[in-house]
């Protein structure tokens, strides 16, 4: 039978377990995971988000109508429920978008739309150059396509 000489290095060590974690440094580490996976919870507006209701028709008069936050934010008395939802911020090196969509539902008709907006100036620090911004991104739809220009119209945009 053949040995081999082990260097003083080389020697292999007895394994021990490691002693169980503290049970508050346990707690404190699953509130920091947990905050992690929070953080991509929270939805940031680095854009100003409206939705803007014609209830006579495009062209005429609207009610303007700031989005806070996801749910329900106009209703007519034909019976639609428009609400915003899909809250998506995107953070690049250069580039930052979001997006919201506008969905509204009588019975079984939908209607809906998607805005996205984007900013990749590379160069914004504060505005100090006094530059112009983009011009709003808008999308709309009537509800009642049948009744023409009379139809309630909803645009929702984003400006920055």
Not at 25 to 40: D, E, K, P, S, T
Not at 58 to 64: F, L, M, N, Q, S
Not at 134 to 141: L, M
């Amino acid at each position: 039978m053949r040995t081999t000489v082990l260097l003083p290095h080389q020697k292999l060590r007895k394994w021990k377990p490691k002693p169980a974690a503290h049970p508050k440094r346990r707690g404190l580490r699953i509130a920091v995971c947990w905050l992690f996976v929070g953080v991509g919870i929270v939805h940031a507006d680095f854009f100003k988000w409206e939705i803007l209701a014609y209830p006579e028709g495009w062209g005429t008069a609207h009610v303007t109508f700031p989005v806070m936050g996801e749910g329900e934010v106009y209703k007519t008395s034909s019976g639609w429920f428009c609400s915003v939802e899909a809250f998506r911020t995107n953070i690049e090196s250069e580039l930052l978008w979001e997006s919201k969509t506008l969905r509204c539902v009588q019975g079984d008709t939908e209607r809906t739309v998607r805005v996205v907006c984007t900013d990749n100036n590379q160069n914004r620090r504060y505005n100090t150059s006094k530059e112009d911004f983009a011009p709003p991104v808008s999308e709309g739809f009537p509800l009642d396509p049948e009744q023409g220009a009379r139809s309630p119209y909803l645009l929702l945009r984003c400006f920055f």
